[in-house]
């Protein structure tokens, strides 16, 4: 794939993955109610895998848990996140491709934003307007061959 | 001996029939051999009545004579022919050799007969040879042809090598160039086996690299066994015979490193391994002098591949495990300047990997130094003098960190135990510090370090000096004493029970000074203290030496005088577990059988605590104690061999007699309606659940009418549910277990059938519940013996179907048929347990229950549904497959209205199993599930229903693509208000089933 074809950051630093998310007797408790936080939504898009590389963005610390907010009254997510170089043109499309996963996996009343984390990326200000544009992203989407390298990053284990 | 009537004349026209009807010519053979080897006739005479035949003009002909000249050789004891007749034959196939090229596997059969004879002259294998290699095309020939070319030079080589050696460069590039470019994987084994012998003993010179190069063109080997031919040649086989062959001379050494360097380097994992693994042949095979130098070439490239990111974890491994075999080799061949040369190396480029313990391969890197460590005590001593200090140069900030490190001590100190090494002289005062840290970890307050530190600091217990080691001690038998958290408690007693297999004086000094004689002096905490002791002992008495403290605590607190029964009920829970453990390992329950006798004590305790007991009756009326005691003796029991197992028996059933009982229980049930049954026939059933048929039948053979009919009235007529259950337990078992049927057992299953009829008559709900339970357990009996009467015993069952009030047991009864017990009717307690079970079960029961479920009634129908559920649970997936229309109808009935969440949850995990097993018989009933799943994913009542319905309707998408994807936007619109569901598990799973049906034909 052209995308692939060249690494820009060909030696990434990595580390370490949280362990799974242990179930608590109030999660197993019919009668409670989970609201939703910080952690659910990191599970959303944690093992989305890097573009460039057979890595999740967990392991590349390109999303962490202190990097989402979630407001259960005012339905906003908002969910920072921190390319691995500050040149990496790819960004734009690790930013489309968590966004993607949580228009599919939020319900429909939380305001998703997504966007790269202060300084991280010498393009922040455009990255942010686009993926804050509803109609290019819905644009992006109808894009067929776009759509399958998001499916891709989204869920590796369809593609191998 | 052959008969003279029958002996064969050696005249031309025998043999002249034999060449033109060669099939009935076997028998004909034998008796031509038996004749020369008799001495009757001669290999001479053979020869001259073939004479006109072996020099015929028709080549037909001519090849008839050969193959029946050489049949005869073959066939022929190796002492017959003399040195002259041998030489004369080879002479001869030497020639024949420039003849029609159809005549050479009987060459080559001839010749290979021959140079097999005891007399073999000198000179001839080397005439054998030439001829061959000069007249014979080896690879041009058909494979069988060429093995046997391959086995006549093995032959000749084991016969006479120095005259094959005598010839030189010239036999080497010989057969070199006869075994160049063999390619059946038979032919190549029967190569490989042979070659390493052949480049050990026959000088290479200047045609080492010629030889190196036949064999090395295999290396790593390609090659894909037959799937249908589980014995046949495979992959492992061929690689592991052609290893040997490529370290088997020493001046191999230069083109090895080459080429495993070569193919290391390959993107093939199959070439990484089998580098791997020539590198540690080369290791072992070749002299230090060839091949020391050789590790400074070999190393860096491992330890490049073991570099974080360059390699799989399957190949890091192996490549340590290499990088070990390497250092040790060479230390123990005294290149300790290599060796450190090694070492630093690898430690210089693996250093930086283990400097900040927040990156994902500190720990893996510290795994495959502690790998390397383990090579040899100086390897170990060098690398746990740098790294150990290291890690205190990245001191741990959080918990989790901690943890990491305390592993990381048990990576690094355990091969210092296995190897001796004194961590105090190496380490210094970080010795100091590390030990410091372990006693503070040990008295953390964090769980999990504390956990970790008692773990590491068992292992290397023996690096540890006497006043840590007393510090250590302390700590764990304080927490034995007094510990309230369940996984420390756990882990302080296998800790100790660990050291008790290394240091049993030391531990046993512990329990006597500081366990036994500590009394609480508040009542409630003593109490406490005895039971953490009691189940101390149970962690210990595994351990040789050990059991004596179980038994003792057990005779003490279980005796008839002084017992608490919260105690006793503890006790015998403990004993039951540690059972469970332990019930593979006969060693222990002979010792507790055959020395502390505890079987015998706790059957007489039970039968004398009745009577002598003030507390009996409650002891005895806590159904899990009982059922506890039953399984613990059942335990040990069925661990005995016959002998001792029929001495137990006669000595408790001599005591009683069931015909008393029986007419005592009949006269009671008579006078008052209400039974109850002692407790002695609890133990009647540990014993009969534990012992082997044979012994079964032997004890009950003359009693067994009575004890049936005893049994039976108990079922029925008890007063208490667990009685009768204990009752019913017992005749199942006699029923599976008792080896005479005609004579013995039909008389007494038909007894059964008229006292359950009986019962059936009487029309009172709580002994028709009883009977039922009585035929469920017969039905599993049968079954698991595969008897005849099982479609009979399910007639008289369900006919009980039109009591509404037996539905309930019903129900219950082929849930309990469908499970398997883990105490009861199970082949480790010797029950009779033909295979297939579960098909008869189903193929019997399905059938009976869907013609029932046709009625009207709702009540009976809902029964059948249910139960037919429960046997689906565990059905396997081709006897379903047999019902499955039939069945399909019933499932969704359930989906939809079926108001128990168990029910319904066992309904959607049997139908997503069935998914898994074969969609395709789904597909024609699509629309109808995917409906009723969503609505249940969305509206189902418990969480447990939304979770099965969406992993149902995961196993949907696996469909065929033109069967679902018609359905793809309802699917995926529908499960829109599951992504907001109330519980975050539900959430989960609505995200990972809606994903993938968005997905659906897009990827």
Known sequence: MEILSSLENQNPTL???????????DDEDDSVADLFDEREVFDLIRHIRDPEHPLSLEELHVVEVKGIMIDNVKNEVKVNFTPTIPHCSMALLIGLSIRVQLLRSLPARFKVSVVVSPNSHRSEADINKQLADKERVAAALENVNLIKVINDCIMPELTG | MTDPDTRVEMDPNFFWQLVKSPSDSRETYRSVVTDITNG??????????????????DLTIRRGGVEILTTILSELPENVLNAEEIKYFIDFYCCLLLDHHSFIPFILKGLLALVKMQQLPDHVVSKIFTAINLNFICQSQPQADRRLCYQLMNVMMDKKPAELQALGPDFVCGYLSIIDSERDPRNLMLLFERLPEFFKNFPLGHLAEDAFEAVSCYFPVDFRSNPKDPRGITRDDLSSALMPCLTANENFHSYVVDLVLEKFTSDLEIAKTDSLILMKQCFRDFPSDKIAESSLTIIPVLVDAMKPGNASIEIQQPCADVVAHILSYLYYHNESNIGEKVISLIYSNLEKFISDIELSFFLPTVRLLAKISASCSTTCQFLTSR??????SVYPQSTSQLSLVLECFSLLFTPCVSLKINCADILNSTWEQVTKLLENCCENAEKKILVAAFKVSTSIISLLDTKQKIIFYMQLINRIKSETDAEIWNTSADCLQLLAKTYPEEVKNLIDFELINYNPIDDKERDEFQKRLFQFFCVLAPVSGFPKYLDT??????????????FTDFIIDSIKKLLMKEKTNKFFLAILHDELKLTDYLLKWWEAGTDILPDSASIF???????????????????????????????????IDYSKRFMNSFYYLESQGDLSLPDLDHSLFAILNGIHPNVLTQVLREDLSHIVKYLTTMAVYCSRPFCCLVACRCLATIVNKFLEDSSGLQPQIEFIYVSVNSVFSKNKTSLTINAVNILFHLIKSLLYRNHADVNRCFDELLITLSQPEIHETIKEGFHELSVEDEYFLNAASHFRIESGFRERLFSC????????????????????????VYLLANASPNIIQKFFKEIIPLL?????????AEVVTLTLDKIKTMLVENTVAFEEYVETFLSRLTVLAREGKFMRIRIAALQCLLQFTKLNPSVILPFKSKISQELVPCLDDKKRLVRQEAVKTRSRWLVLGSM
């Open chain 2, 621 to 655: 009326d806590n159904e899990q104690t009982a059922r506890n005691l039953t399984y613990s003796i059942t335990i040990i029991i069925r661990s005995l061999d016959e002998k001792s197992q029929l001495n137990l028996a006669v000595d408790v059933f001599k005591i």
């Open chain 2, 40 to 57: 009757h006739s001669s290999i001479l005479k053979v020869v001259e009545s073939l004479n006109d035949i072996l020099t015929n003009q």
């Open chain 2, 845 to 868: 029961a399905v059938p009976k229950l869907l013609e029932f479920s046709k009625t009207d009634s709702k009540s009976v129908k809902h029964t059948c549904t249910i139960s037919i």
């Open chain 2, 387 to 392: 790294m150990v200090p290291k890690l205190f």
């Open chain 2, 892 to 900: 969704m009935s359930v989906l939809v209205d079926h108001e128990s």
């Open chain 1, 15 to 25: 580390y370490g993955k949280c362990c799974d998310r242990s179930v608590s007797a």
């Open chain 2, 553 to 566: 605590a057990v005779r003490l607190h279980i005796g008839l005088q002084q017992s608490s029964i919260d």
